[in-house]
């Protein structure tokens, strides 16, 4: 608009500069312009125009904005789509291509500015500004004071006072903030978070799942492998008890089993023995009544057998006596006791009990 009125005033400084007379025209380095009859014209390098007579006028700009007037009245035309009126004696209206308007009262010393969300701003000249927007805030600002205001619906408020700084208070305690202009305030520092270790190590395998930190997936990790480093530890004594307890409760069978067949077969040998000695004898004292008597067999010689010694077979003539429910074998005079290993019966040479 400025621009507008700019060409408007040189155009009709060129016109009043060619002098009174009925018809003229002039041309220059930044325009022409000619007139004649009570009208006139005038164009511009730059592609901008203006016409006159009877009272009216209108201009172009090269930029695409317009501008007419006639009795008092004009209008304006931005070529980004802003409008203004005036009508002489009563004000001015201007809006933009936004939604926004102004208006001003002649003579009022107010101007009234809307957007198209609600808010408002009023000046009075002399006085100040009020502006409102479509949530309720309000703000003031008194001519010449330096100070400005602004209030919520909800009771809160804060000042600012130029050269100085802003006061809040809040509407809940009535608590206040202050803020000097021109302070520094230094960032808050850093957060502190104190150093935890770990309450156990981290577990690491052929591949590292979850190994960035103490986490509960790595925890869980660990237990996993704990527990079954500890089923399998448990797995392996319990196999171990069962077997020892087999084993042992099988050689106790087969000791028992052993032992009595033995005993039973020493004790048949000794029977069928003693009667087929008792056979011979008799049969030898009815054949050999008068023949000179046979010399009974040496015993066994004392110490044939080491004490201590282990034998795989015991002499004949052995019998089996039990001393306090233990098995020995008296062989002559000496005294063996029996021993099962994974060869089978051994025996060794003992002191009598």
Not at 38 to 65: F, H, M, V
Not at 107 to 128: D, F, L, M, R
Not at 307 to 333: D, H
């Amino acid at each position: 608009m400025n621009a507008i009125r700019i060409s408007l005033a040189a155009l009709l400084m060129t016109v009043l500069a060619a002098g009174p007379v009925l018809a003229w025209s002039h041309a220059g380095r930044y325009g022409s312009a000619s007139g004649g009859g009570g009208s006139w014209s005038a164009e511009s390098d730059r592609g901008g125009s203006a016409s006159g007579g009877g009272g009216s006028w209108s201009g172009t700009g090269y930029r695409g904005g317009s501008a007419s007037g006639s009795d008092g009245s004009s209008s304006f035309h931005g070529a980004d789509g802003g409008t203004a009126y005036h009508q002489q004696g009563e004000g001015t209206a201007a809006y933009n291509k936004y939604g926004d308007s102004a208006y001003h009262a002649q003579g009022s010393g107010q101007t009234t500015v809307n957007n198209p969300y609600g808010g408002e701003a009023i000046h009075t000249q002399g006085q100040g500004t009020t502006a409102y927007n479509q949530y309720g805030d309000s703000a003031y600002h008194a001519t010449g004071s330096g100070q400005t205001t602004v209030t919520n619906p909800y009771g809160g408020s804060a000042t600012h006072y130029a050269g100085y700084g802003t006061t809040a208070t809040s509407p809940y305690y009535g608590s206040t903030a202050y803020h000097a202009s021109g302070a520094y305030y230094p960032p808050p520092p850093a957060a502190y978070y104190p150093y935890h270790p770990p309450t156990t190590v981290n577990y690491y395998g052929s591949s590292c799942n979850n190994c960035g930190g103490w986490s509960t997936g790595g925890a869980a990790a660990a237990g996993a492998a704990l527990g079954m480093v500890a089923g399998a530890t448990m797995a392996s004594a319990s196999n171990a008890a069962a077997t020892s307890n087999a084993y042992a409760a099988g050689v106790a069978t087969g000791t028992a089993t052993t032992t009595a067949a033995t005993s039973n077969a020493y004790a048949a040998g000794v029977a069928a023995g003693s009667a087929n000695t008792a056979a011979a004898y008799n049969a030898g004292v009815a054949t050999g009544a008068g023949a000179p008597p046979v010399a009974a067999p040496p015993p066994v010689a004392p110490g044939a057998y080491a004490m201590g010694g282990i034998y795989a077979t015991l002499p004949a003539g052995c019998i089996s006596p039990k001393v306090q429910g233990q098995t020995y074998y008296l062989c002559g005079n000496t005294w063996f006791q029996p021993s099962y290993g994974a060869n089978g019966i051994s025996y060794r040479v003992v002191t009598g009990p």
